[in-house]
């Protein structure tokens, strides 16, 4: 009998082979940590062995000058071992201490900003953008460029709260949104329909099926089979466009941005949160966009003044209450600023079934 065959796995790899021996003996054995200054970690196991982190921030779209210049760091000056954080950012451990400053030197001396450590805040994550999605109504990454480019120093240092999550997400629906803060891309007309070219690009009962509030039709359209969208249902979501691109969301006008606050997913210290949203119809404005920096700026001395010393921004409005959160920041509060949708459970399509 010949044997089993084995599955090929083509999952993430194993993480062990990869790291620092300190932290593969160590492994779910740590005592406790400190952050000595910012951008730097140090681990304490319980049998004594110590090991450093330096963190440096680095744009998430790495070019491979950048990437080997790193890596020219971490071989010369490290102990060889480097990850990458989920915010981009990379950290180099080591097992003696002497060689923490050489490589925040070096990491400084090639341009490199270290920080984000502990209650700062932490490089913005980003969706893909332009680079690589094909449904983007604004690119993610020159968003944290320019925010962080006027955030830098709350990167460097251990002055907020607690440590300060921001994400950009480049459409409505899919990834990103996930931090204290939100920025995501916010549709406020419906989609424009090239009624040429459905027939031929789109699955017309996939896209029917797409949208959670049943607002497409089947149509024929000058003798062409088609769709239609009854736009006093549509929401503007976008959940359309990426399996029809004929039915075009994005717009230089009426694309804007959103700001959503007070997410939280874990349970550590306080139950976790919904985002909710506090600031709509921010231009979308590159390639700086300075509008939607500034509500973030607002937003984060608000936080930052009136918040108690290890609160996060979720925990914060839940002590102070959504009105002194609009009151403090000094965003204004409009009608689309509603807590919970309650019609949502009769009118969203939360079945597999289209409710017409
Ligand atoms: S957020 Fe949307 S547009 Fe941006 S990368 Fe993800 S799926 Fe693409
Ligand atoms: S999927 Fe979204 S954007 Fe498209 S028609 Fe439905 S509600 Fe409107």
């Known amino acids: 009998m ?13 993480g062990f082979q990869y790291m620092h021996p300190v932290m593969r003996r160590n492994y779910g054995l740590w005592d406790h940590h400190e952050t000595p200054r910012p951008g730097v ?17 680095t744009q998430r779209i790495l070019d491979l000058f950048s ?17 990458f954080t989920l915010r981009s950012n990379i950290e180099y451990m080591v097992a003696d201490e002497a060689k923490v400053q050489p490589i925040i030197d070096a990491l400084e001396t090639a341009g490199f900003v270290v920080g984000g450590t502990a209650n700062s805040i932490s490089t913005l994550s980003h969706t893909q953008g332009w680079l690589h999605c094909d449904i983007p109504g604004t690119d993610a990454s020159g968003v944290v460029k320019a925010m962080m480019d006027e955030l830098i120093d709350e990167f460097k240092s251990h002055n907020m709260p607690n440590r300060v999550h921001i994400t950009t997400s480049c459409c409505q629906i899919n990834c990103g949104g996930q931090g204290d803060i939100a920025i995501n891309v916010q549709h406020t007309k419906p989609p424009k329909i090239n009624h040429d070219l459905v027939a031929n690009a789109c699955e017309r009962p996939t896209v029917v099926a797409r949208c959670p509030v049943a607002a497409i039709r089947p149509a024929m359209v000058d003798g062409k089979p088609s769709l239609e969208v009854d736009e006093k249902k549509c929401i503007c979501c976008g959940a359309c466009f990426p399996p029809c691109p004929p ?62 010393d290890w609160e996060r921004i979720n925990d914060w409005i839940d002590r102070i209450g959504w009105p002194r959160f609009f009151e403090k920041t000094g965003l204004p509060f409009t009608k689309y600023h509603v807590d919970n949708w309650r019609g949502a459970r009769a009118s969203l399509n939360a079945s597999t079934h289209i409710r017409f």
């Open 67 to 83: 990437l080997r210049k790193l890596n020219e760091i971490g071989k010369q000056l490290g102990d060889g071992y480097v990850r």
């Open 41 to 57: 970690l140090k681990h304490v196991a319980k049998s004594g062995d110590v090991i450093w982190t330096v963190k440096a921030g």
């Open 247 to 308: 039915m075009q969301i994005n717009d230089a006008e009426h694309s804007n941005l959103a700001i959503w606050v007070g997410g939280n997913h874990s349970n550590a210290r306080s139950k976790p949160s919904f985002q909710k949203l506090v600031a709509a119809g921010i231009p979308n404005n590159p390639p700086r966009w300075p509008e939607a920096t500034a509500v973030v700026k607002q937003i984060l001395k608000a936080y930052k003044e009136g918040a108690k």
């Open 2 to 14: 010949s044997e089993l065959r084995h599955p090929i796995e083509s999952g993430a790899p194993d």
